[in-house]
């Protein structure tokens, strides 16, 4: 298969089941709802990673594409949603630097949401 239609059915099966997860996950509605979910499904990919290693050492990766469509539109929820407090705000922002999946730098949009530019043009 031609490595953009693997791309383009990567991206239809993430949408799929993103919109299964929708249904059945609450929307978060401040930027901690978001912080603990992600923390929540690290937490589970580590726990269900170390069993998978015990059970089958040498298996590849179990395969988390919906997670990560979730993932990825939390992601984007981090940039639009607004801290409720200064507070919140710091909390998030420590988080954030702190968590792996975001080491690569690319969070201005996230950045400028936390410390209150988001109004700013």
Known sequence: MEAFKVNEVDELRQKEAFKVMK???????TLSDVVREFQYWD???????AAGKEIA???????????????SWLEKKLEIIHPRTRQEAIDVLKWYIDFPRFEDGNGDNVYLNLIGQHQVE
């Not at 937490?43 to 990673?49: A, F, G, I, T």
């Open 23 to 29: 249904d059945i996950l609450p929307e978060p509605y």
């Open 43 to 49: 937490w589970r990919y580590r726990m269900r990673s």
């Open 57 to 71: 050492p040498n298996a590849l990766g179990d395969g988390e594409g919906p997670i990560y469509a979730r993932e």
